[in-house]
């Protein structure tokens, strides 16, 4: 089935990122560039609807990439049943990227999975015929006037941006940048759609080459 797609597209920067690493443990070490869920978040953060899906493409860096040290105190409910009743945090060390900056693209495609919609959103989606059109439009007068359905994060919550917006000119992509392999980054965790059980999925053999990290199409029609 041929289904229509609509490119959306946006900048953010910050002080602070952490793309976090599954497999690092209870020290965790941020991927060198973020997620496809973690592009997916951002996008939503802007404008959510679960009667379209929003596919991350790519992501630009725009700033070498800068490993530091950071420490905070847990209070979290991972913490031990002890700790929790006592009233206690624990020191949590992670190593966290810094002075970031991304371009990020995305296509928006309507819902496959309309069965699973809440009763407002098929109510909505019976009023347009093309709900990826629709998404677009809002979403760019929404990201122009700085506009937000959430408060967008560089990861962990603590972790806000200093800019949320259009692209920006004056920024450019790190084209001379050296090639960096990943080679397995986490999709997602929720990847079978609105409201689903939790189901892993990793992309394995990745590159960020000439500052550019494509995520691979997973099966989507566009």
Known sequence: MIRLSYPVEMEIAGSTAMWTRPDTGDC?????????SAVKAIFESVLWGPDVEIIPTRVELCTPIQYHSYCTNYGGPLRSSKAIKDGNNYQL???????VCYKLYAEVVPNRMK???PESAIQWDAKTTSPGHAYQCIFKRRLRRGQCYSI???GWREFTPSYLGERREMTSVLVDMPDVVIPSMLRQVFSKGYN???SY???????IRNGVLEYPKRGVAV
Do not use: G, R
Not at 28 to 36: E, Q
Not at 201 to 207: K, S, T
């Open 28 to 36: 965790p070490v941020s991927y060198p560039a973020p997620t496809y």
């Open 93 to 99: 060390y992670a190593t966290v990227l810094i002075d």
């Open 115 to 117: 069965n699973q919609l």
């Open 152 to 154: 967008p994060t560089l």
């Open 196 to 198: 689903s059980p939790v």
């Open 201 to 207: 999925v990793y992309d394995n053999d990745l590159m």
